[in-house]
């Protein structure tokens, strides 16, 4: 075990030394917000008593890769499947960037393959929290210093 700042931790992952999941990915990306673990501190006790929201990510499949669409997404169903029961496919033949060109409003995790990662928001998020930053796993854009 290894102590890392959220930035080191996705600059570990891009080099392929670390990997962790999309969800784990987009929380990384939402600590990014933060430079500081004091302003962290401050930012979830002011939000505490908001309230939070349970969600299910629903996979869609692209030629090219997958997107986790979340709450909010435009391409996110209306009635999603949270038990498997309903064993609801989506898939496309279209490939992750045409899906992105024709898209307007997102919340979704875009995987390209295993190391291959991008977060994209552009939604309000609820319950004042705070969005992930964007952050593609192939490129330096981030400046927290958590």
């Known amino acids: 075990l290894q102590w890392s700042s959220p930035p080191d931790a996705i600059e570990r992952f891009k080099s392929q030394e670390i ?3 999309p969800p784990q990915f987009y929380e990384l990306c939402r600590l990014c917000n933060f430079s500081l673990l004091c302003k962290l501190h401050k930012f979830s ?3 505490a008593l908001e309230g939070c929201e349970r969600w299910m990510p629903v996979m869609l499949t692209a030629s090219d890769g997958y997107i986790q ?3 909010g997404d435009e391409l996110y169903p209306e009635d999603p499947d949270y038990t498997g029961e309903k064993k609801i496919i989506m898939s496309t033949d279209k490939n992750v960037e045409d899906l992105m060109k024709e ?4 919340h979704r995790i875009v995987i390209k393959n295993i190391n291959n990662i991008a977060v994209y928001v552009n939604i309000q ?3 004042k929290h705070m969005n992930p930053v964007m952050i593609n796993a192939n ?7 958590l």
Not at 103 to 106: A, E, L, T, Y
Not at 139 to 145: A, G, K, M, T, V
């Open 19 to 21: 990997w962790f999941g």
């Open 45 to 47: 006790s002011d939000r």
């Open 69 to 71: 669409l979340l709450p």
């Open 103 to 106: 898209g307007s409003v997102f």
């Open 125 to 127: 998020a609820k319950y």
């Open 139 to 145: 490129c330096s854009d981030h400046n927290s210093r």
